[in-house]
């Protein structure tokens, strides 16, 4: 009786708030963030940005692991299976949690299930440029250019599959034209090439372009989001000739499935935390990426309609990795 009596009384202790739980002292110990890419990237100098901020703060260090290889599935894939204990967190992007689960026939994991959403904390600008051979300066004249050249226009791309493959078929699809796809091992080829004239057209992150765009050795034709970008807000949208094209690249931090609800409100708290400072947000813009703010049921949401989205659109257009 008096057995039951005391874990009762420590059942309610634990109700109230009155015992700490078992996340209480979290970390004790470094956290591992992977990223699915390789170093140097916009992804990598994110995660890199939010270990230095979160380390400060958490009194652990974050250590940045990159496991590139299979369009971000290695990396992605080794956290899915790790312990949902806050020890192995990822910065994924939208093309390896929306886009994959239809462009490859044997995915390691589920984009949605297998993972627990913290935060959604950056939207890279997506820009579509073309080499100045090309006579167009906006995105209806590049259309005319390239309808009286059906097939002979090349596009560059970091790969089947990749977000500028994705962005470029779209656009062949919306303004009823054929390009020619010629797809690179990574975006670092895609845009040298491109500056070389040896292909004529790229959709490419910001972080990618606007250099040589700065420089003259590419035009910027417009951006691929819904809205107008902030950091360039005299470039117009692909949407405003192509009405309802539409393709935002996200960057979000997530852990594997399964995560304790208080332990993901932490995380996000502090996250949301070290992106409104003005270091974090000068780095970032220099690079045309956004900072954003979200709760972790915002980003579950918004997760959930883009990997109904894209794959929808994947599969529409037939594009297909085995």
Do not use: C
């Amino acid at each position: 009786m008096l057995d039951s009596l005391r874990k009762f009384f420590f059942v309610g202790l634990v109700l109230l708030g009155a015992v700490p739980t078992a996340y209480a002292a979290w970390p004790e110990k470094p956290i591992t963030l992977v990223v699915p890419w390789a170093a140097g990237g916009s992804t990598d100098i994110l995660a890199r940005l939010l270990s230095e901020q979160l380390s400060k703060v958490l009194g652990q260090p974050l250590v940045v692991e990159n496991r590139s290889g299979a369009s971000g599935n290695i990396g992605s894939s080794l956290v899915a299976k790790a312990k949902p204990d806050g020890y192995t967190l990822l910065v994924g992007s939208m093309s390896t949690h929306t886009m994959n689960q239809a462009l490859y026939s044997d995915m390691p994991f589920d984009g949605v299930k297998d993972f627990t959403p913290i935060a959604k904390v950056a939207l890279v600008t997506n820009t579509m440029v073309v080499n100045p051979s090309i006579p167009a300066n906006n995105v209806a004249e590049f259309i005319a250019y390239a309808k009286t050249r059906p097939g002979q226009i090349a596009y560059a791309s970091a790969g089947a599959g990749s977000t500028n493959h994705l962005s470029a078929a779209m656009f062949e699809k919306a303004a009823g034209i054929e390009m020619l796809h010629i797809p690179y091992r990574g975006g670092a080829p895609a845009v040298v090439d491109t500056v070389g004239d040896q292909t004529k057209l790229l959709f490419t992150a910001g972080t990618q372009s606007l250099p040589f765009v700065k420089d003259g050795k590419l035009k910027l034709m417009a951006v691929t989001e819904a809205q107008r970008s902030p950091m360039l807000p005299d470039v117009p949208t692909v949407a405003e000739t192509l009405p309802g094209y539409e393709l935002a690249v996200w960057y979000g931090v997530f852990g594997p499935a399964g995560m304790q609800p208080e332990l993901v409100a932490r995380l996000n708290a502090e996250i949301n935390k070290a992106l409104k400072r003005p270091e974090v947000i000068q780095k970032m813009e220099a690079m045309a990426v956004q900072v954003l703010e979200s709760t972790p049921e915002q980003f579950a949401a918004d997760l959930a309609l883009d990997a109904e989205k894209y794959s929808k659109i994947v599969r529409d257009l037939g594009i297909k990795i085995e």
